[in-house]
């Protein structure tokens, strides 16, 4: 599946070192990575994926072997093979799935916030059903949406991240795969199960927030085992939205690990 896909580069700039791809997560889109996708584009060529079922992507079934196909078939039809890939999340699972599958179309690997594990996605699998059953009236304004999502989504920065998923005005709807999301949510919570002895020898660069417990001690083994090479920083005073809570943290670990690898 081609994913819709935003790209940003520089006008004079070395386009011979590989692209840096970002990888969104769970119900967000490839312009959640905007700032930082653009800082990187002032020296590299930088490509923001929507994965399927996500923004203006194609829908479908979702496990991390599909999602990360797709990022593969993606890049390969805009060139942009081997790259340097950033996964927050969801995104961050397919992209240690990506590496670990095609180990030399990936140059190196940055994960935020999520272990290569079953588990994360907190009350995401009951919210994905929530708002897939979710009856939406004739008409909807962004404070009528605020309103009835509230019902379901306690915290406002969710429910910000799930109105940009819904069409406003008259007939509402959903412009996400929202029922394909709902029917995937195991595969996504979960890991799949992987062949003995697969590894992905790149720079690997996990950034944890330092309030979250998506990365746990109890991973740091099969991190090793599939990553042997990762290195983990952890940003103390953030959550799991690590690059948006500390945007200027991320921004300079993100930079010192792409320009090393």
């Known amino acids: 599946m081609l994913l819709n896909t935003i790209e940003l580069g520089p006008e004079n700039g070395d ?15 490839g312009r959640n990575f905007g700032f930082f996708q653009r800082r990187m584009a002032a020296t590299r060529r930088t490509l923001a994926l929507d994965l399927r079922n ?8 979702m496990d991390y072997p599909t999602l990360a196909a797709d990022v593969r078939e993606t890049l390969s039809a805009h060139d942009a ?13 397919a992209a240690m799935m990506l590496a670990l599958s095609y180990p030399t179309d990936v ?9 290569p594990a079953q588990g994360g996605f907190a009350q ?8 897939a059953d979710l009856s939406l009236p004739d008409f909807l304004d962004r404070a009528g949406a605020d309103a009835l999502l509230a019902h379901d989504i306690a915290e406002k920065p969710v429910r910000d991240l799930m109105m940009m998923n819904l069409d406003l005005g008259e007939h509402p709807h959903w412009n996400i795969g929202i029922h394909e999301i709902a029917r995937s949510m195991p595969a996504i919570v979960g890991w799949p199960a992987l062949a003995a002895g ?9 950034i944890a927030g330092g309030r ?7 991973n740091h083994p099969v991190m090793r085992q599939l990553f042997p090479h990762y290195q983990l920083d952890i940003i103390p005073d953030a959550g799991h939205w690590v690059h948006a809570q ?4 991320f921004l300079h670990l993100m930079q010192q690990f792409v320009e090393a690898a």
């Open 15 to 29: 386009l011979s070192r590989p692209p840096v791809v970002f990888l969104h997560g769970l119900f967000g889109r």
């Open 54 to 61: 996500h923004g203006k992507s194609p829908h479908g079934p």
């Open 81 to 93: 093979l081997p790259a340097t890939v950033v996964g927050h999340s969801m995104g961050g699972k």
């Open 107 to 115: 140059h190196s690997l940055l994960v935020a916030d999520i272990a």
């Open 124 to 131: 995401s699998d009951q919210l994905a059903r929530r708002m």
């Open 198 to 206: 697969i590894h992905y020898d790149g720079p690997t660069l996990f």
């Open 212 to 218: 979250s417990r998506y990365i746990q001690q109890a």
């Open 246 to 249: 500390a945007p200027a943290e």
